[in-house]
Nanobody, 124 residues
Framework: QVQLVESGGGLVQAGGSLRLSCAAS????????VGWFRQAPGKEREWVGV????????YFADSVKGRFTISRAYADNTVFLQMNNLKVDDTGVYYC?????????????????WGPGTQVTVSS
């Protein structure tokens, strides 16, 4: 049974910070690249960032560069998305996803497993 579960979402004012967690079970997380996506109401799912198998390489969407970071806790089979200086436009449901053959890392179809998502709401 493969399962990814996001946590840490909530309501925060613009300029604030949140840290999301993605906990995995049923797979060897260190063998997977882990991506983060988000989806606002009425919009398509948007890629946020990705971390490599090793944890040494990260890429981010232009909209979040300089504000978001990703880290891995291999012993806990967990990946974190640290979100700083949040903007209203960051509001949405955030998903983590894992894949073993991720090449086009900003494409949802590249990932094999997805969590159910956690809501992030940024107020002005």
């Amino acid at each position: 049974q493969v399962q990814l579960v996001e946590s840490g979402g909530g309501l925060v004012q613009a300029g604030g910070s949140l840290r999301l967690s993605c906990a995995a079970s049923g797979l060897r997380f260190k063998d997977y690249a882990v991506g983060w996506f988000r989806q606002a109401p009425g919009k398509e799912r948007e890629w946020v960032g990705v971390v490599s198998w090793s944890g040494s390489t990260t890429y981010f969407a232009d909209s979040v560069k300089g504000r978001f970071t990703i880290s891995r806790a291999y012993a806990d089979n967990t990946v974190f998305l640290q979100m700083n200086n949040l903007k209203v436009d960051d509001t949405g449901v955030y998903y983590c996803a894992a894949g073993t053959q991720v090449l086009t890392y900003f494409s949802s179809s590249e990932y094999d497993y997805w969590g159910p998502g956690t809501q992030v709401t940024v107020s002005s």
